[in-house]
């Protein structure tokens, strides 16, 4: 009998330390310093820009974390909070890197991020062991979780993107946060605007930018007297619905009204000279 045990135990040490040599998932990176980071610079959506720049070192040290991490190894939820994360904090890090931002065309506003030439399409970051634009995040990766409330998770450094929260997105509760940022979408004018006196709802152009995902996830939930609307215009009706007032919805059950889409306001989502540091 004790022979047989020694050998068990033997047998055991061996299976133990195979599995301990084995190569582990890597946990995402530690997101304390992102959540400082928002924490501190970040007040309704708006941004410390100038204290940023000057304070930098931990944006830039969970931005370098970023580079080589194996995201496909974590869960689905885990890869949204990450690639969202990463998005954002790299808007911010393409802020501080060009601010105050000089004014090179009049096709933007002053100091918007779309002064800075190709900060969108062309400017490449090290992110998960691949080189991407911030618009191959978006229409590329974070397309292809197709949850269109995404969309509306993403500052892209502008009044008119979503509202920047102050904490980072995590694997456990990204879905409550992607719900808070629809409801609160729906109390932003800059988002959603119903506008009985003249008779229109006016919504964020990132509707229609990204219409596809919003018609997949909303359109067949659109309240029946919309039926005739099309479908970009059921999905908005659908997505804002839960959140409508009793005389906006007395309103919009007329069917009377027109869909229109907000020019997107690329102004600089910056905190600095507003009362800020």
Request: proline share 5%.
């Amino acid at each position: 009998m004790r022979a047989r045990l020694t050998v068990r135990s033997i047998a055991t040490a061996v299976l133990l330390a195979v599995f301990a040599a084995a190569p582990r998932a890597q946990a995402p990176p530690h997101r304390a310093q992102y959540d400082t980071v928002l924490d501190l610079f970040v007040r309704d959506g708006l941004v410390y820009y100038r204290a940023l720049k000057a304070e930098r070192a931990k944006l830039d040290g969970f931005v370098s974390s970023l580079a080589d991490v194996p995201a496909n190894s974590m869960s689905a939820d885990e890869q949204l909070a990450f690639w969202l994360n990463a998005y954002n904090a790299l808007v911010l890090r393409t802020v501080i890197d060009h601010y105050p931002i000089a004014q090179r065309t009049s096709q933007y506003p002053a100091h918007s991020l779309r002064q800075v030439p190709g900060a969108f399409e062309s400017l490449t970051h090290r992110v998960a062991g691949r080189s991407l634009t911030l618009d191959q995040i978006e229409q590329t990766v974070l397309a292809g979780f197709k949850d269109p409330r995404v969309f509306l998770a993403l500052g892209r450094g502008s009044i008119g993107g979503g509202r920047l929260r102050s904490e980072a997105f995590e694997g456990s509760r990204i879905d409550a946060q992607l719900k808070e940022v629809a409801e609160e979408c729906v109390t932003r004018t800059q988002c959603v605007d119903i506008e009985r006196d003249q008779n229109k709802v006016l919504a964020s152009a990132i509707f229609s930018w990204r219409s596809k995902e919003f018609i997949a996830s909303y359109a067949s939930n659109s309240p029946t007297p919309f039926a005739e609307r099309s479908p970009i215009e059921r999905a908005i009706l659908a997505f804002v619905d839960p959140k409508l007032l009793g005389t906006e919805r007395e309103f919009l059950e007329k069917d009377q009204f027109q869909v229109a889409f907000r020019p997107y306001d690329w102004t600089l989502n910056d905190l600095t000279g507003r009362g800020g540091r």
